[in-house]
């Protein structure tokens, strides 16, 4: 019997369900790799089976009235990520599509693995690209970044067939040297909360709920008073608020965990009922809000999203 190509697949009937089998190479040990799918119907199987092993014609592909260059193994390491990011933006967060453009455009551009081609690609240059880096200065924690932008990368790559396994599972990712987490004494959270209280009196409440809730930046300033129920103590956490440019988007929380009910101390519920008597008095003056910028619970001073960058760095001049 013949081996199976690459690139092709089998369907067979296991019970009433159609199981499509593809074949998608070897692994680093040189086993064969395989996949498989099942359907309700044969139609739904041989459609599927079709689309995954009909190679696109005279070496394009294309995406509506779009002509792109295929991706194959000749296709360097720049072209592919740049493509990767493109067909996966749809699939994963903002922040994180942020993180791996900023990470392809500003670092890998230029590196020695732009012009390397896939079918070139092996660990022993994803070891100098991260040589380079580190000693070009960088902080450990952006090498890392720059090695799990590849891994997701690269991992696609196996999914998609162009590689039979990823190299980046051969580079060892630098140790993050261990940093005592420095933390507020009771003191130094009254004197803070004090000095905010009286010279940033619109972000008290925000940075009360937070010392008392540990809520997330975004989390808090994607929170609606809709989804805050001060008679029974407690708030939900359903968006989190991420920062685009210049402005914000409402996303989801960070993970699937981060969607919880929070109980609220009777202090912070006081906390939050003089804050909301301060915006009403603010709310006459905010006009054209998006639907999604009603009701926040920390607006900006024009009603609408406030930029999560704003409150990294806050004066407070009374501070001791």
């Known amino acids: 019997m013949?081996?199976?190509g690459n690139g092709t697949g089998s369907i067979q009937q296991r019970g009433s369900k159609y199981v499509v089998i593809l074949t998608l190479g070897k692994d680093e040990l040189g086993k064969q790799k395989r996949t498989s799918k099942r359907f309700p119907t044969l139609e739904q199987a041989q459609r599927y089976l079709?689309?995954?092993?009909?190679?696109?014609?005279?070496?394009?592909?294309?995406?509506?009235?779009?002509?792109?260059?295929?991706?194959?193994?000749?296709?360097?390491?720049?072209?592919?990520?740049?493509?990767?990011?493109?067909?996966?933006?749809?699939?994963?967060?903002?922040?994180?599509?942020?993180?791996?453009?900023?990470?392809?455009?500003?670092?890998?551009k230029s590196s020695l693995l732009a012009d390397?081609?896939?079918?070139?690609?092996?660990?022993?240059?994803?070891?100098?690209?991260?040589?380079?880096?580190?000693?070009?200065?960088k902080t450990v924690k952006h090498a890392r970044c720059v090695l799990r932008t590849l891994k997701a990368a690269f991992n696609q790559a196996v999914d998609w067939n162009l590689l039979s396994f990823n190299p980046i599972l051969r580079v060892k990712a630098p140790r993050v040297p261990h940093?005592?987490?420095?933390?507020?004494?009771?003191?130094?959270?009254?004197?803070?909360?004090?000095?905010?209280?009286?010279?940033?009196?619109?972000?008290?409440?925000?940075?009360?709920?937070?010392?008392?809730t540990g809520l997330r930046r975004g989390e808090l300033l994607g929170l609606h008073w809709q989804e805050v129920d001060l008679d029974r103590q407690e708030l939900q956490v359903k968006?989190?608020?991420?920062?685009?440019?210049?402005?914000?988007?409402l996303g989801d929380p960070k993970t699937q965990a981060s969607h919880r009910r929070i109980t609220l101390s009777a202090d912070t519920v006081q906390v939050l009922k003089s804050h909301l008597v301060l915006q009403k008095?603010?709310?006459k003056h905010w006009k054209d809000l998006l639907l999604e910028e009603e009701s926040l619970l920390f607006p900006s001073t024009r009603g609408?999203?406030?930029?999560?960058?704003?409150?990294?760095?806050?004066d407070l001049h009374n501070q001791s």
């Open 116 to 137: 390397v081609t896939l079918g070139n690609l092996t660990p022993l240059h994803l070891e100098r690209l991260l040589l380079s880096e580190i000693t070009a200065g």
């Open 239 to 249: 968006f989190s608020l991420v920062q685009c440019g210049a402005r914000a988007v």
């Open 304 to 314: 609408g999203f406030q930029l999560p960058s704003n409150l990294i760095k806050v």
């Open 2 to 4: 013949s081996k199976r």
């Open 281 to 283: 008095q603010e709310e």
């Open 179 to 212: 940093q005592k987490m420095q933390v507020w004494t009771a003191d130094e959270v009254r004197t803070f909360l004090d000095c905010c209280k009286v010279e940033k009196p619109r972000l008290y409440a925000l940075f009360y709920l937070a010392l008392t």
């Open 50 to 108: 079709e689309e995954q092993t009909t190679p696109p014609a005279s070496g394009e592909a294309t995406t509506g009235n779009e002509a792109i260059p295929a991706i194959n193994l000749q296709t360097c390491v720049l072209d592919y990520l740049e493509e990767w990011l493109r067909l996966r933006q749809p699939h994963i967060k903002i922040k994180t599509h942020q993180e791996y453009h900023r990470i392809i455009d500003l670092h890998l």
